[in-house]
């Protein structure tokens, strides 16, 4: 005899844009993104929360969302990469990666981009620790950091101006 599966509805805002959805209930948020909507800016990197390239702004908060159900974001707001920009205009947070030159393979980049944005959003007038203790969780392999920091902390100072 097969296993049923179980399904539940699930509604959320993804990038200013309301879904209905008829989900799986052990469907994970990163898997609902990439695979169900096709949202591949949340990276699937080592499926523990540890390397933070899923990273995802859900209700205000940076969260990995390769550790978060999809059913626990319902009623939720949920701010990916794709959600950033308007249009061809780069949000100033991701134009300042650029200006800094704190991308190099990408891999990681959104989710650091995700997590200073939800720090800056929270405390616009973060110090380099807090920006330092806040993409703790985000690994890079590619650009030790320097510039990635950088880049957060000239933000943060476009936000103050």
């Given at each position: 005899m097969?296993?049923?599966?179980?399904?539940?509805?699930?509604?959320?805002?993804?990038?200013?844009?309301?879904?209905?959805?008829?989900?799986?209930?052990?469907?994970?948020?990163?898997?609902?993104?990439?695979?169900?909507?096709?949202?591949?800016?949340?990276?699937?990197?080592?499926?523990?929360?540890?390397c933070g390239?899923?990273?995802?702004?859900?209700?205000?908060?940076?969260?990995?969302?390769?550790?978060?159900?999809a059913?626990?974001?319902?009623?939720?707001?949920?701010?990916?990469i794709?959600?950033?920009?308007?249009?061809?205009?780069?949000?100033?947070?991701?134009?300042?990666?650029?200006?800094?030159?704190?991308?190099?393979?990408?891999?990681?980049?959104?989710?650091?981009?995700?997590?200073?944005?939800a720090?800056?959003?929270?405390?616009?007038?973060?110090?380099?620790?807090?920006?330092?203790?806040?993409?703790?969780?985000n690994l890079?392999?590619?650009?030790?950091?320097?510039?990635?920091?950088?880049?957060?902390?000239?933000?943060?100072?476009?936000?103050?101006?």
């Open positions: 097969g296993e049923t599966i179980m399904k539940k509805e699930l509604k959320l805002t993804i990038n200013g844009k309301l879904y209905e959805l008829s989900v799986k209930t052990k469907t994970l948020l990163i898997d609902l993104l990439n695979n169900d909507l096709g949202l591949t800016g949340a990276k699937r990197g080592c499926d523990c929360s540890s390239a899923c990273t995802v702004i859900l209700d205000g908060k940076a969260v990995k969302s390769c550790s978060i159900l059913l626990q974001a319902d009623g939720k707001e949920v701010t990916t794709e959600g950033l920009s308007d249009g061809a205009k780069l949000h100033p947070i991701q134009q300042a990666f650029i200006n800094n030159f704190a991308v190099q393979c990408g891999y990681c980049t959104p989710g650091m981009i995700l997590t200073a944005k720090l800056l959003d929270e405390n616009p007038k973060s110090a380099e620790l807090e920006v330092r203790k806040a993409i703790a969780g890079c392999r590619c650009t030790g950091y320097v510039k990635i920091i950088e880049a957060i902390l000239v933000d943060r100072g476009n936000r103050e101006a």
